[in-house]
């Protein structure tokens, strides 16, 4: 007697996720909105691969806690190293270096799809996630940079998120400064400030102090390694963080509160040409959105650091300011759903000439999920087929034809094709696929030349208020008969009700 084979159990792997129907339905629709803005502010679709020649990518990852830089990579058969694009920024960057000759300049573009991470998955963090971005290469000046941060704020609004957003803005080359009079010279300990600074939210001042100097243990015991600061050189970084606290009485976001930000950033920076430079762009920055009427919706924020390693001088960050209940009980702000900045070093990887550049990249399931949270996501199933239903096998011919007929006028429609004949099991698939309506011909109605057309959504609502069951039968709740060659415009008139 042989052995029976093993089953495989089967598993979606460790941060990932399957989307159902009302999922991808729900999330297409706001794709649709976002895109729109951003076609509105004249940007042009384009797509890249989901690979990358490894080298292309670069390394430019924050908090790789695993092998090959947080990156998915394989080797061809001709032996170079490609990896799945943990961005859509850095394909970006390969795109135009190789279509410089023929591209405009700037060169406007927005791109949708997933990126991957090959980091140890946790709640709220995948291995794959969608991002939807838009940039402009070829850009120098801040009113690239203005116009992103109003174009973040315009897709709040639109997906119907006003008053509980703000669009929070830096700039690298301050914190630069800072840093040079602080006497932080080193990449790495640099790298180490910045990540200690953007765990202000979840840390607090104290717990970013700590990050500074020795390190810090949380409540697991688990240390992390500080930047190993002195006192004396935390202490400007410290104040630089609390610099954008707004004095008592000045309104957060206000004009009066980014001259005052702008003020203190100054003081800080010492005789650095970096930092002043950053100062300059981001007066420049607040004065055109503050033009534009987009003052309190986009605000100055020190803390702002962004992770990516590639940034070089404004940042900025999509903040959801309402609260939601983390995994331990506790009220929480939302936080982050995107962000971005400029890049002028991307591009030039491949040329040589300098390439100025500035995107911002929202994330598409944590914007979906705070949709969900506010009300303001389509999160219903979509409406299924309308189904004909197999009375009598012999007669499958007649019903594909009705489906046919369906389908040219534009009307989704099939079939069932199961094994069942049993008319309330196909009704029941139909349920389950979410129809309108089914379609009903037997014998009897072939007989009269009629159909009956069975409205699944107003069944339902009528079957509501019937509790005996003879009642039900008799009542047929939602079905009606039509004439044969009437079927087509007596569905499309239901849906239009529906």
Same mark, same amino acid.
């Given at each position: 007697?042989?052995?029976?084979?093993?089953?495989?159990?089967?598993?979606?792997?460790?941060?990932?996720?399957?989307?159902?129907?009302?999922?991808?339905?729900?999330?297409?629709?706001?794709?649709?909105?976002?895109?729109?803005?951003?076609?509105?502010?004249?940007?042009? !679709?384009?797509?890249?691969? /989901?690979? *990358?020649?490894? @080298? $292309? #990518?670069? +390394?430019?990852?924050?908090?790789?806690?695993?092998?090959?830089?947080?990156?998915?990579?394989?080797?061809?058969?001709?032996?170079?190293?490609?990896?799945?694009?943990?961005?859509?920024?850095? !394909?970006?960057?390969?795109? /135009?270096? *190789?279509?410089? @000759? $023929? #591209?405009? +300049?700037?060169?406007?573009?927005?791109?949708?799809?997933?990126?991957?991470?090959?980091?140890?998955?946790?709640?709220?963090?995948?291995?794959?996630?969608?991002?939807?971005?838009?940039?402009?290469?070829?850009?120098?000046?801040?009113?690239?940079?203005? @116009?992103?941060?109003?174009?973040?704020?315009?897709?709040?609004?639109?997906?119907?998120?006003?008053?509980?957003?703000?669009?929070?803005?830096?700039?690298?080359?301050?914190?630069?400064?800072?840093l040079a009079t602080a006497g932080i010279t080193g990449d790495e300990q640099k790298l180490t400030v910045l990540r200690?600074?953007?765990?202000?939210?979840?840390?607090?001042?104290?717990?970013?102090?700590?990050?500074?100097?020795?390190?810090?243990?949380?409540?697991?015991?688990?240390?992390?390694?500080?930047?190993?600061?002195?006192?004396?050189?935390?202490?400007?970084?410290?104040?630089?963080?609390?610099?954008g606290t707004p004095a008592p009485g000045v309104e957060k976001g206000s004009n009066a509160h980014v001259v005052a930000t702008i003020n203190n950033l100054a003081g800080l920076i010492g005789g650095s040409e970096t930092g002043l430079a950053g100062v300059q762009e981001l007066a420049a920055i607040f004065g055109l959105v503050s033009a534009a009427g987009f003052g309190?919706?986009?605000?100055?924020?020190?803390?702002?650091?962004?992770?990516?390693?590639?940034?070089?001088?404004?940042?900025?960050?999509?903040?959801?300011?309402?609260?939601?209940?983390?995994e331990k009980g506790q009220d929480v702000v939302f936080g982050s759903v995107g962000g971005g900045g400029r890049y002028d070093g991307l591009v030039s990887r491949f040329r040589r000439e300098p390439v100025p550049a500035t995107g911002i990249s929202i994330g598409v399931s944590r914007l979906a999920n705070a949709l969900k949270l506010t009300g303001n996501l389509g999160a219903s199933e979509p409406a299924g087929p309308v189904v004909v239903l197999v009375m009598d096998k012999d007669q499958t011919p007649r019903y594909q034809t009705m489906v046919s007929e369906l389908r040219k006028a534009g009307i989704r429609a099939e079939m069932f094709l199961g094994s069942s004949k049993n008319f309330g099991k196909q009704v029941a698939y139909a349920d389950k696929r979410n129809s309108p309506a089914v379609i009903i011909e037997g014998s009897q109605e072939r007989e009269q030349g009629i159909v009956q057309i069975k409205d699944l959504v107003a069944g339902k609502q009528a079957a509501a208020a019937i509790t005996d069951n003879a009642e039900w039968k008799a009542a047929r709740p939602g079905q009606f008969e039509v004439k044969r060659e009437e079927l087509v415009a007596a569905v499309q008139k239901l849906l239009s009700e529906q």
């Open positions: 007697m042989s052995e029976k084979p093993k089953l495989i159990t089967p598993r979606l792997p460790r941060g990932f996720e399957d989307r159902t129907p009302g999922d991808i339905a729900a999330i297409g629709a706001m794709i649709d909105k976002i895109r729109t803005v951003y076609e509105r502010y004249g940007f042009d !679709p384009v797509e890249t691969p /989901f690979f *990358e020649y490894t @080298e $292309t #990518l670069g +390394k430019f990852l924050p908090d790789t806690d695993r092998p090959n830089a947080g990156v998915f990579s394989l080797q061809d058969d001709d032996e170079q190293w490609m990896s799945l694009r943990y961005d859509l920024t850095a !394909p970006l960057a390969r795109y /135009f270096a *190789e279509n410089f @000759e $023929t #591209l405009p +300049k700037p060169y406007r573009s927005y791109r949708q799809g997933y990126v991957f991470r090959n980091e140890k998955p946790g709640p709220g963090r995948f291995r794959q996630f969608m991002q939807f971005d838009a940039d402009s290469v070829g850009a120098a000046g801040p009113e690239a940079d203005a @116009e992103m941060c109003m174009m973040m704020a315009d897709v709040m609004d639109t997906l119907g998120l006003a008053g509980q957003y703000v669009v929070r803005v830096n700039n690298r080359k301050v914190l630069d400064g800072v200690a600074i953007d765990k202000l939210d979840k840390f607090g001042p104290e717990g970013v102090r700590l990050l500074l100097g020795a390190g810090r243990k949380d409540e697991s015991g688990d240390f992390t390694k500080g930047a190993g600061l002195t006192d004396a050189q935390i202490e400007p970084i410290l104040a630089y963080v609390d610099s309190g919706r986009v605000i100055l924020d020190p803390s702002v650091v962004r992770g990516l390693e590639y940034y070089t001088g404004p940042v900025f960050e999509i903040e959801l300011t309402f609260t939601v209940r983390n």
